[in-house]
């Protein structure tokens, strides 16, 4: 029986495409021992878990041969998708929400224990396989507590400096008739840190793909977008191997 580790992986060792999978807030787990000092329904929400993520993942994976590698430790106890010194890795605050636990947090430890391990076996994954795209998939909420206003966008593309697959996914999702964000509701300029670590920096291509959480809280929303996810992908992937 193995231990328990921050990740997990689903799916074939290798796509047929060269399409892999990336879900750094997959889960709303607490490890034992971690007391992070809020109201047990705030795990079921937003700031601790990308609602509907794991099982579009879980989707694709199952029905076009995508693997993935997923979070399987709350965000509220180690932001895998933050730079190891970003100030909210371990966050005190989410969306207006105290996170008292954390508040003297012994963050080298949090490293040590999510972050370090999430990272290095992806790297090695990704290493492995050389895949010819990566999805990085998150969700959004509607609005925000601490910053009311509608989010019109179902989904969106987050891109920092290479934008050449996130501009062909755009496009595909404009034509099948959705409202498309481009850096929205967050710019991938800022909020870019597993991709510029493991895609940008290695030149591998990449979709940070972020779909409102109202699109995929339900199963038949799920099984929609995991269906229309895989299919963008494959045609960007194609696209970006055309001369």
């Known amino acids: 029986m193995t231990s328990w580790q921050p990740w997990r992986r689903i799916g074939p060792q290798h796509a047929p495409e060269g399409i892999v999978l990336v879900a750094d807030h997959a889960s709303k787990f607490v490890p034992a021992g971690i007391d992070l000092g809020i109201a047990p329904e705030l795990l079921d929400q937003h700031i601790a878990v990308d609602i509907g993520v794991e099982p579009v993942a879980e989707l694709m994976a199952q029905d076009s041969g995508i693997p993935a590698h997923l979070a399987t430790v709350s965000r509220l106890v180690c932001d895998l998708h933050r730079e190891e010194d970003h100030p909210a890795v371990v966050p005190a605050i989410s969306d207006g929400h105290a996170i008292p636990g954390n ?5 080298e430890a949090r490293l040590n224990l999510f972050h370090r ?106 099984a929609l977008w995991a269906h229309l996810i895989s299919d963008v992908a494959a045609r960007v992937a194609l696209l970006l191997e055309a001369p």
């Not at 508040?103 to 963050?107: F, K, T, V």
């Not at 999430?118 to 609005?143: C, K, N, Q, R």
């Not at 987050?158 to 050449?164: G, I």
């Not at 501009?167 to 509701?185: H, I, S, Y």
């Open 117 to 222: 391990p999430y990272h290095g076996a992806l790297a090695a994954w990704l290493d492995e396989v050389e895949p010819s795209l990566i999805i990085s998939l998150h969700s959004f909420t509607p609005s925000l507590r601490s910053a009311p206003g509608a989010r019109p966008w179902e989904v969106a593309l987050l891109h920092n400096e290479d934008d050449r697959a996130a501009r062909l996914a755009m496009n595909l999702f404009r034509a099948a008739g959705f409202t498309v964000g481009d850096n929205e509701p967050y710019s991938g300029r800022q909020l870019n840190a597993t991709m510029n670590r493991h895609a940008e920096a290695h030149g591998r291509s990449y979709l940070a793909i972020e779909v409102r959480q109202d699109q995929i809280a339900e199963p038949a929303g799920q």
């Open 103 to 107: 508040a003297g947090a012994d963050i």
